[in-house]
């Protein structure tokens, strides 16, 4: 029984689909001004594994992720490069795309461009104003009325009063009321544009989540989320287009992602903490990335600190270690019908508004009872190996081959390791140890260990 935390309500629901046989999940995508930070990594990640668990669930799950390719930021970037904007976008898709790869995240099965998806954003701008909740301002934009919407701030909490007490002091008079926000702006020189009932433009940043969730999926559907971030203005603002449009509910199940702090501060430009998802890739492999993010729960502030991302890499290693030198080639059913009941508590554990450090602890229980096996019974230790490599692939981890994982990352390159691992060798045949010693010291300040055995010397990453 999957339970999910639902922001719209403050608490953990039972999850049931609107139709049982399928479920429509939308998660809000990047802005591809820039390469994607820290924080674009954790909502990647954690909606990935999201939509693992629900695939295992579920016979049929289709998933969203739409990407944001026009808005104020991209057009001041590309006048800032003096580069045109489709060119700037694709080359940032391109790049998020990559970083995807590194994360061993699965791509979503649709990802809308909101300049692919103009004419379902015109549309439904052309319903919220027959249905008296939008109007074209003095300056030819199309506004939202948010007092029109009598449900405004159900998901945040906002209170319309409190708003309007914070609003800006220069209300701009073109708008009725100064909580109204865009639908649709009035093209400029030298900006991208698209004809419309309205004149010449291009579509505010909310209406797209609204038009691309609603047209891929349904005007009712099981799920959406994104980060915390967006949980006010953009998904408040995304609940009364779409219900003001159509008329009937637009999500059942709202899932926010937390933010991620740098050493206890909150990352930002301006306090020079910001690190994109390729500063970490320099310094640490994909998966000891992916790993890290999913050790927190996904509603929890995650701190990146070296110590914490080093401790998470130790953690892995330790993961690989366990299934390192084990065969695959045993059947898993010896586990189950030995009534270990890991894969009952792993499942509990993400069916628990999907509970990644608890699944985590478990695949550490298996690693353990693995090491005390490998002495006792190699048939138990070889399926074990396999159970816990089959529970982490859930979580999109363990995905390489032991020996391979552990040897990767040193400044070494296998050839140089081999030729100084021969060399060591010939002096061990020569009882010249102090020669011995040395290459292996050598070695080990290069992070990596020697390890002998009657089979010979094998080696791994420290």
């Known amino acids: 029984m999957l339970k999910i935390y639902n922001t719209l309500t403050n608490q953990k629901e039972v999850f049931k689909p609107i139709d049982p046989s399928k479920v429509g999940i939308y998660v809000c995508g990047m802005t591809v ?18 939509t693992r668990h629900l695939r295992r669930n579920f016979k049929d799950v289709k998933y969203i992720r739409n990407i944001t390719d026009i808005d104020d ?25 990559e970083d995807e790869i590194a994360l061993g995240v699965i791509s979503p099965d649709i990802e809308p461009k909101a300049t692919d998806s103009i004419e379902q954003m015109i549309n439904m701008i052309e319903l919220l104003i027959k249905n008296r909740l939008a109007y074209q301002g003095k300056n030819g934009d199309v506004f939202y009325s948010v007092r029109k919407f009598k449900n405004y701030g159900k998901l945040s909490g906002k209170n319309l009063d409190d708003l309007e007490s914070g609003a800006r002091v220069d209300i701009e008079s073109n708008k009725e009321d100064p909580l109204d926000f865009v639908l649709w702006k009035m093209a400029k020189p030298n900006e991208p544009k698209w004809p419309s ?16 969730s609603t047209h891929f999926i349904d ?31 637009f999500v059942n199940t709202w899932m926010h992602v937390g933010f991620v702090n740098i050493n206890d501060e909150k990352m930002s430009k301006s306090l020079n903490n910001f690190f994109t998802i390729r500063d970490i890739l320099g ?53 189950s019908n030995n009534n ?30 693995i ?11 070889n399926a074990l190996s396999q159970l816990l490599k089959k529970l982490a692939n859930f979580l999109g981890i363990l995905e390489y081959d032991a020996d391979e994982y552990l040897k990767q990352g040193s400044e070494l390159s296998e050839n140089e390791i081999l030729n100084k691992i021969s060399k060591r060798e010939q ?34 990453r420290r």
């Open 371 to 381: 090491n005390v096996e490998r002495l006792n019974n190699l048939k138990k230790a």
């Open 33 to 50: 001004y820039d390469f994607c930070h820290m924080g674009h990594a954790r909502v990647l990640v954690m909606f990935d594994v999201i």
């Open 197 to 212: 009932p309205w004149g010449d433009g291009r579509p505010g940043w909310h209406i797209e989540c609204s038009a691309m």
């Open 427 to 460: 002096a061990r045949l020569s009882k010249d140890f102090a020669m011995s010693d040395q290459v292996r010291d050598e070695l080990l300040e290069f992070g990596i260990i020697l390890e002998d055995t009657v089979d010979g010397t094998t080696w791994r």
């Open 340 to 369: 270990l009941d890991y894969e009952d508590r792993f499942n509990s554990a993400l069916n628990d508004d999907f509970n990644t450090p608890i699944a985590i602890s478990i695949l550490f229980e298996i690693a353990k009872q």
């Open 219 to 249: 005007d009712h559907f099981d799920i959406h989320g994104g980060g915390m971030d967006l949980t006010f203005p953009h998904h408040e603002n995304e609940i009364a287009q779409s219900e003001g449009a159509t008329g009937c509910k």
């Open 283 to 335: 310094k640490y492999d994909g998966e000891t990335l992916r790993y890290f993010l999913i050790s927190s729960h996904y509603r929890s502030p995650l701190n990146f600190s070296s110590t914490n991302i080093d401790s998470a890499k130790s953690a892995l290693k330790r993961l690989y270690t366990a299934t390192r030198g084990l065969s695959d080639n045993v059947g898993i059913n010896y586990v």
């Open 73 to 97: 930021k991209i057009i001041s970037r590309a006048i800032e490069n003096n580069e045109d904007i489709f060119s700037l976008t694709k080359r940032f898709i391109d790049a998020m795309h």
